[in-house]
């Protein structure tokens, strides 16, 4: 998010991750830190932003998800 760029870049122009990133934030902190629910919440942005034209590059390997 600091520097918006990796394999979502493509996508802030499009859909603002500040909602994801807030809801990110509060999943994976109530879950204490489960990794699958980071998955989860990636996997929601992804889509999003594909579904509105963006290209997401891999982000699965950089997250370890």
Same mark, same amino acid.
């Given at each position: =998010? =600091?520097? #918006?760029?990796?394999? #979502? =870049? @493509? %996508?802030? !122009?499009?859909?603002r991750?500040?909602? #994801? &990133?807030? /809801? *990110?934030? &509060? !999943? $994976? *902190?109530? +879950?204490?830190? @489960?990794? +699958?629910t980071? %998955?989860r $919440?990636?996997?929601a &942005? @992804?889509?999003? *932003?594909? =579904?509105?034209? @963006?290209?997401?590059h /891999?982000?699965?390997t950089? +997250?370890g %998800?």
């Amino acid at each position: =998010k =600091k520097s #918006f760029q990796g394999p #979502f =870049k @493509a %996508c802030h !122009d499009v859909i603002r991750p500040r909602g #994801f &990133y807030r /809801d *990110c934030l &509060y !999943d $994976v *902190c109530m +879950s204490d830190g @489960a990794r +699958s629910t980071l %998955c989860r $919440v990636l996997e929601a &942005y @992804a889509t999003t *932003c594909r =579904k509105h034209g @963006a290209v997401v590059h /891999d982000w699965r390997t950089p +997250s370890g %998800c």
